[in-house]
């Protein structure tokens, strides 16, 4: 099965940057859709971005982050990557990202989740 390690959170400024690696190991990342969702302190969590399989051509936002957050492939890397510009104090939360071989991709159809990464978004 595949495994999935995020790396790249930390503390921004609001209206900074911050650029999420999906990283995977064992497997390749190419035959999996691969969705990014979040969850804040007190909130459900919620899905934000999610990319079909490599050869696909969907993507998916959330209306929260259209226009701000964009998800890409490096399948030499076999990493996926969320980069998130402009971003706001109510984007603050623990990112994780998933593996799914369903699309669109939905919490119920993950098979794989990654540990976290802790998103911090100060005013």
């Known amino acids: 099965q595949v495994q999935l390690v995020e790396s790249g959170g930390g503390l921004v400024q609001a209206g900074g940057f911050l650029r999420l690696s999906c990283a995977a190991f064992?497997?390749?990342?190419?035959?999996?859709?691969v969705g990014w969702f979040r969850q804040a302190p007190g909130k459900d969590r919620e899905l934000v971005g999610a990319i079909m399989w490599s050869g696909g051509k969907s993507t998916y936002y959330a209306d929260s982050v259209e226009g701000r957050f964009t998800i890409s492939r490096d399948n030499a890397k076999n990493t996926v990557y969320l980069q998130m510009n402009s971003l706001k104090p109510e984007d603050t939360a623990t990112y994780h990202c998933?593996?799914?071989?369903?699309?669109?991709?939905?919490?119920?159809?993950?098979?794989?989740w990654g540990q976290g990464t802790l998103v911090t978004v100060s005013s």
């Open positions: 998933s593996a799914s071989t369903r699309w669109p991709v939905k919490e119920g159809n993950v098979e794989v």
């Open positions: 064992r497997r390749t990342l190419m035959n999996y859709a």
